[in-house]
Each structure stands twice: as C-alpha cells, then as structure tokens.
C-alpha cells in the first residue's frame, strides 16, 4: 500500500470558503456602495447650498492655489525639519522625565518631583502659550547663548510641550510591565539601571509605539502654531498670500499639505496597533 502527502479538501470545507468569499464580496460592494451614496449626499448638499458659489470663490480658487502653492510648499518643508528635529528630542525627553518618575529610592525625591512638575505644568498649559513663552520669553532674558533663532525657538517649545505628554505614555508602558519581571531580574543580580534597559524598557517600547505615533501626528500638526511667533512655514506662508489676496485657498494648500503627510502616519499607527492585538490574541 503507497501513502501519498496530496491534501485534498473536504466538500463542506470547499463549501466554507466559498460562502466566506460570498460573505466577504457581498460585505465589500454594500460599503462601496453605501460610501459612494454618502459622498454624493455631501457633495449635494454643499454645492446645493445658497453660499456655496461664494465659498467656492473664497476657497477652492484655482488661480489662487496655483501661485500659492510654491511658497506654502516651500514653507511647509520648514514644518517638516521642525517636526524632523522635535520628535527625537520629545523622545529622549519624555523617556528621561519617564525613568525618573520610576526612581524610588529616597535620594530622588528632588528630582522625581521636579519631574511631576514639569508634566503637570506643560500639560496643562496650552502649546500654543508655550510657544509664546518660549519664542518672546527666552530672548527677552538677554542671557548669553540663548538661540534667537525662531524655528529653533519654536522646536524648543514644541519639545517641552509634548515631552510631558510622551513622558507620561513611556511611563504607563513601564508600569504595564509586570513586576515579576523586574523581581526575577532583580534576583539574577541585575542592578536596577540593567533592569530597566535589559528587561523593562524593551517590552514597554514595544507596548507604547501606537500611542506614540498618535502623538507625533498630533505634533507634526502643531508645527504650524509656530506661525506665531513668526517663522515662515506654511501657515504663515498662507496669511501672507490670504492678506494680500484676501482670499482664504491658501489655506487649502496648507491644510491639503498636512492631511498628505499626516494621514500615511495615522494609517501606520492604525496597522501597528492591529498587529499588537493580534499578537495579544485579542
């Protein structure tokens, strides 16, 4: 008698899988369907409008948004170097605040409570303070290397602003894990700095990147606040050819700008924290 490694389906599973691509086409064409219904809904309901020709004039101006469109491009690079040297310094101070809100020993008090001050007072005040604060503030204590340099200013303010928020998300990523693993670490003889960086922080990393990458979008749009304390990005850009035109497409090009950067990021945040919750069984 031969043994052959063929596999050959069963009916009632070849009868599985074809209701389950039923299932799956049928699913799929009631959405295309249903989405292309709402979209057209909207687009009737705006163009139908009494104002819309008004607005269409004021914002969705061709001409307008062809010659504003080389300097609020030109400007929006200045958002993405701000955003390009914020971010990695929101890390390292977010991780830094994080770790020393997680030393327990009595000797630190002074600086974990340094660190609860500082997330507590720059969560609490508006970014947009903050980059006032920091933009006029600092330049205006006279003291010998302080930058005057806007962007740089604005890079500071954004730094100190969201390094709280991210301080605080490294910090619930370390208290997730469980202290059995610090407690078996502690017990092979790791010191407390080899814990943290060997057993700890690896796996809280790991847990905190989708939150993480929600804050860097949230941050790469708050560039634009930069704009008030003069830099010119795309926002400013924009008012500039707003004020002089008096017509708002402009601003349409800054905001079609950022929604071309930022949404890449938000779908890349979504499939990460997919992938984590499948890892989790969830």
Known sequence: MTATSDWVKSDRQRERERLLRRRSIRSGSIATVSTVLVIVLLVWGVTASP????????????????KA???????FLLNVKIFLIAEP?????????????????????????????????????????VIYLVGFGLPALDLQGVPTDLATLGVIALTLSYGAYVAEVFRAGIDSVHPSQIA???????????????????????????????DFVSLQKDTALVATIGPLEALRQAQI?????????????????????????????????????RRRGQ
């Open 241 to 277: 050819h707003a004020a002089s035109t008096f017509n708002y497409t402009p601003y349409l090009v800054g905001a079609l700008l950022f929604i071309l950067l930022t949404i890449p990021l938000a779908r890349f945040t979504d499939y990460l924290a997919a992938r984590s919750q």
């Open 89 to 129: 310094l929101v890390l390292v101070v977010g991780l830094l605040v994080a770790l020393v809100r997680n030393l327990r020993a009595s000797v630190f008090f002074p600086l974990r409570a340094l660190a609860i001050a500082y997330t507590d007072l720059f969560r609490g005040v508006p970014t947009i303070l």
């Open 51 to 66: 104002g819309w020709p008004r607005v269409r004039e004021t914002f969705f101006d061709p001409e307008q948004f062809a």
């Open 184 to 214: 078996a670490a502690r017990s092979l003889g790791l010191s407390h700095g080899r814990t943290m960086r060997h057993v700890v922080l690896p796996q809280a990393v790991r847990r905190v990147v989708p939150p993480l990458l929600n």
């Open 69 to 75: 469109l080389p300097d609020v491009l030109s400007g």
